[in-house]
């Protein structure tokens, strides 16, 4: 299944074969471990929030994320039924895609 997420700023849109989401991200990068928030503002989730933490290596960036109405994880684990979920992501291109306009 091919998954596409491009995170632009504080903007992002997760492209599945459910469907496009797009989104807002805040993140604190001061905690630890250094948080993230996602409301979704369209798509199947639009008017949810995610709450989550975050790991950034290079191109690799590891996302623990409470599902909607999930608490926050604490770490970069899950569990059977814990309403949390572990992404691991790498970065295909630096470059911006073509028709993504605005921010620097």
Same mark, same amino acid.
């Given at each position: 299944?091919?998954?596409? $997420? ?14 496009? #989401?797009?989104?807002? =991200? /805040? ?7 250094? $948080? ?7 798509g199947?989730? /639009? %008017?949810?929030? #995610?709450?989550?933490?975050?790991r =950034?290596? &290079?191109?690799?960036l590891? =996302?623990?994320? %409470? ?6 994880? !604490? ?7 814990? &309403?949390?979920?572990?992404?691991? =992501?790498?970065? !295909? #291109? /630096?470059?911006?895609?073509? %028709?993504?306009? %605005?921010g620097?």
């Amino acid at each position: 299944t091919e998954l596409s $997420q491009v995170i632009d700023g504080d903007r992002f849109r997760y492209e599945s074969p459910e469907g496009i #989401s797009d989104g807002v =991200l /805040a993140i604190d990068a001061g905690a630890t471990p250094p $948080q993230i928030d996602i409301d979704f503002v369209e798509g199947p989730e /639009a %008017g949810n929030t #995610s709450y989550g933490v975050y790991r =950034l290596d &290079g191109d690799s960036l590891t =996302l623990c994320l %409470g599902l909607v109405g999930s608490t926050r994880p !604490a770490s970069f684990a899950t569990s059977p039924g814990s &309403g949390h979920a572990l992404e691991r =992501l790498r970065r !295909a #291109s /630096a470059a911006r895609p073509d %028709g993504v306009t %605005g921010g620097t």
